[in-house]
Nanobody
Framework: QVQLVESGGGLVQAGDSLRLSCAAS????????MGWFRQAPGKEREFVAV????????VYADLVKGRFTISRDNAKNTVYLHMSSLKPEDTAVYYC??????????????????WGQGTQVTVSS
């Protein structure tokens, strides 16, 4: 049974930093590209970042480029999203997802195979 469990969300102030983690189990982690998506209230879920199976390649949404960093530790079956210079518009539920893809990157949520339950990030102004 595949499980993706996010953690690290919370309430922070604008300009603060936060690191999200996503621990994976029940799958061969190194087979999967790992992505982060987010969904703000009243909006559709959107792509944030993705990292390749080895961690050698990353892609970011324009809205977070330069502020967010995705990384992974394959020995720990964990993917991270380090968020800095947070803005109120970054407020959302953040989800990690796993993509058993033969090519990289894939940015559409429909292409991902497994999802976590999400973790809330709230940025106050």
């Amino acid at each position: 049974q595949v499980q993706l469990v996010e953690s690290g969300g919370g309430l922070v102030q604008a300009g603060d930093s936060l690191r999200l983690s996503c621990a994976a189990s029940g799958l061969t982690f190194t087979y999967y590209a790992m992505g982060w998506f987010r969904q703000a209230p009243g909006k559709e879920r959107e792509f944030v970042a993705v990292i390749s199976q080895t961690g050698g390649h990353t892609v970011y949404a324009d809205l977070v480029k330069g502020r967010f960093t995705i990384s992974r530790d394959n020995a720990k079956n964990t993917v991270y999203l380090h968020m800095s210079s947070l803005k109120p518009e970054d407020t959302a539920v953040y989800y990690c997802a796993a993509d058993l893809a033969s090519f990289f990157p894939r940015l559409r949520q429909q292409e991902y195979d497994y999802w976590g339950q999400g973790t809330q990030v709230t940025v106050s102004s």
